[in-house]
């Protein structure tokens, strides 16, 4: 069973940067297409972006475009965050989700992945 393990969140002001972490355990991490997601209170969750195993292919979210970059560590079975000129809307829970199944190919949408961390409280103050 796959274990993923997120870090990184807190409080910032707006402009400011945060990064986020998530580690993977129990599977072939390297083989794995890896997403990031958030939900707002009250709200469904949110692609935000997402990197194929070979790095080839990343997609971003239209809110978080020239903001946020993914990357990922396969040495390290580890996918990251950088979120940079936060905005208060960028507030939410932040989830990391991998892809082990890869049944679906899109990356974009929460239901192609087999696997989620529990998530990581971002707020951004205005």
């Known amino acids: 069973q796959v274990q993923l393990v997120q870090s990184g969140g807190g409080l910032v002001q707006a402009g400011g940067s945060l990064r986020l972490s998530c580690a993977a355990s129990?599977?072939?991490?390297?083989?794995?297409?890896m997403g990031w997601f958030r939900q707002a209170p009250g709200k469904g969750r949110e692609f935000v972006a997402t990197i194929s195993w070979s790095d080839s292919k990343i997609q971003y979210g239209d809110p978080v475009k020239g903001r946020f970059t993914i990357s990922r560590d396969n040495d390290k079975d580890t996918v990251y965050l950088q979120m940079n000129s936060l905005k208060p809307e960028d507030t939410a829970v932040y989830y990391c989700?991998?892809?082990?199944?890869?049944?679906?190919?899109?990356?974009?949408?929460?239901?192609?992945?087999?696997?989620w961390g529990q998530g990581t409280q971002v707020t951004v103050s205005s």
């Open positions: 989700a991998a892809d082990a199944s890869q049944l679906y190919g899109l990356g974009t949408i929460y239901y192609e992945y087999d696997y």
């Open positions: 129990g599977g072939t991490f390297s083989t794995y297409t």
